[in-house]
């Protein structure tokens, strides 16, 4: 899976091959050898046939020069304290594994490939500082091949990946758009195994988040406000009515979606945390309504389509489809003109899941499954009078009262950040005793009377307003008694 290099990373390396080195000065003050300085001229600003000749010609020579070995110490160790020979020495290394591809095999032969380099990735805590940037480079072309060349992963590896992706999640939280694409690239080439997946869902508080971030910014929607967002507030009207942000470009949303999507193939280990701890499905429902491109659409819907596909997530992810409107939004994609044959096959294979999913499950269904799900949205039910009416009782009494249990569950929490799960957690209460006042009771031994009447105080309006509404159906009823 082959992609431009980024930008902002050919225009340093081409500022970097441009810099004049005092090489001799360099041999004079023992920093480099005389034989360093030899093999380093032979394939310094020449023709790629020519550097390729040469590498070939003694490699051994090479993997010295990189990473040390029985003709002496690594460059980069012995240059050490020379910023500028070791930024330019990174430059030209990244040169050699493109122009000499036998160079990388050889590079991986040696017992520590990657011990030289990573001292690099924490050069300073500067996320412009070239030498970091550089050293990620080459570390990234490394371990991707190595996934390629020695499929069995080794501890040195895996302990290399785990640094590179913490340095990289650095890029990708900086307001820089460039470095936020060279992350995202640099991620995209290393996530080619199922351990490197792995790896990277392991630290998803660094990786991920930062990428999801990304996403909810094309969409014009910060963290704080997932709940405005995704339960079909005025954020929602207004990122449909003028499209994607503006501050994240189209590349970087097509890589960013690229990352994402080739970590959708472990499916069974990421899918549920993906949706609670991001809210995947509802974010991608919004990308695939705003999404500007068929390019971007296909890595959206396939992305779905894995997550969706795997049988440890149905029972998440598939309600949380409904709530997020995504049915009725595959069916107004099919009146759009696309073409690409691939984005067609997912399209239909998602759409006739979900076409299976919401003919078996009735209102009372979705419902359930948002509650257990442990966060609420303003989906239909909440507030549709109909649906109280005729279900009231049977959430309260259905498998021995665990949907109220539910509900004083998320009810205890503070929800800080989305204050409006409380608020429709009220509204709910509410509409339970409105409905089923003979079961005030059962719901006080769960401490949700209690509970409400300390959000009349809350500092956010919606919660104070509908938990006065939900302590005035308690009165109402106290009167009547």
């Not at 890595?299 to 949380?320: F, I, W």
Request: overall charge negative; aromatic content about 6%.
């Amino acid at each position: 899976m082959s992609l431009d290099p980024p930008t902002y990373l050919s225009s340093l390396q081409n500022n970097t091959r441009a810099r004049p080195i005092p090489w001799e000065g360099a041999v004079r003050a023992g920093t480099i050898t005389e034989n360093d300085l030899k093999t380093i001229k032979a394939v310094d600003k020449v023709r790629k046939e020519q550097r390729r000749q040469t590498i070939e010609g003694d490699v051994e020579a090479y993997q010295c020069l990189i990473l040390g070995g029985d003709r002496g110490k690594s460059v980069f160790e012995s240059a050490s304290k020379r910023s500028d020979v070791i930024q330019y020495m990174l430059a030209l290394t990244g040169d050699l594994l493109n122009d000499a591809p036998n160079l990388s095999s050889k590079l991986l032969e040696h017992p520590d490939p990657y011990k030289p380099l990573i001292p690099y990735l924490s050069h300073s805590t500067n996320p412009e500082d070239p030498i970091p940037l550089l050293a990620s480079s080459v570390l990234a072309s490394l371990l991707s091949d190595a996934q390629t060349k020695q499929p069995k992963s080794s501890p040195k590896a895996d302990e290399a990946l785990t640094k590179l992706y913490k340095y990289l999640s650095t890029l990708t939280k900086s307001q820089d758009s460039g470095l936020q694409d060279i992350a995202v690239q640099e991620y995209s080439s290393l996530l080619r195994t199922k351990k490197a997946r792995e790896l990277f869902w392991s630290q998803r508080e660094e990786t991920v988040t930062p990428l999801v971030d990304i996403l909810r910014s094309a969409i014009g929607v910060a963290r704080d406000n997932d709940s405005t967002l995704f339960n079909g507030g005025g954020s929602i009207r207004s990122a449909t009515e003028s499209g994607l942000s503006s501050s994240v470009g189209l590349q970087l949303l097509y890589h960013v979606l690229l990352t994402i999507w080739q970590l959708s193939f472990e499916a069974s280990l990421v899918g549920n945390g993906l949706e609670r701890e991001q809210e995947i499905i509802p974010l991608y429902t919004q990308l695939l309504r705003l999404s500007p491109k068929e390019k971007t659409t296909r890595l959206v819907l396939s992305t779905l389509l894995n997550l969706l596909s795997s049988p440890a997530n149905k029972s998440t992810l598939l309600p949380s489809t409904t709530t997020a409107r995504l049915p009725a939004l595959l069916s107004n994609l099919k009146g759009r003109h696309l073409t690409d044959p691939d984005l067609l096959d997912d399209l239909k294979a998602v759409t006739e899941m979900l076409d299976d999913y919401t003919s078996s499950q009735t209102t009372f269904d979705e419902y359930a499954a948002e509650i257990q799900a442990g966060k609420l949205r303003w989906s239909p039910p909440h507030r549709d009078a109909n649906f109280w009416r005729e279900n009231a009782r049977k959430i309260l009494d259905d498998d021995s009262g665990a949907l109220p249990k539910k509900l004083a569950e998320i009810m205890g929490k503070s929800w800080e950040d989305e204050k409006v799960v409380l608020a429709i957690a009220c509204n709910d209460v509410g509409w339970l005793v409105k409905e089923a006042p003979e079961k005030r009771v059962q719901l006080e031994k769960l401490g949700l009377k209690g509970r409400v009447m300390e959000l009349m105080t809350d500092r956010d309006e919606a919660v104070r307003w509908e938990s006065l509404r939900a302590v005035g159906e308690w009165l109402r009823y106290s009167f009547d008694d």
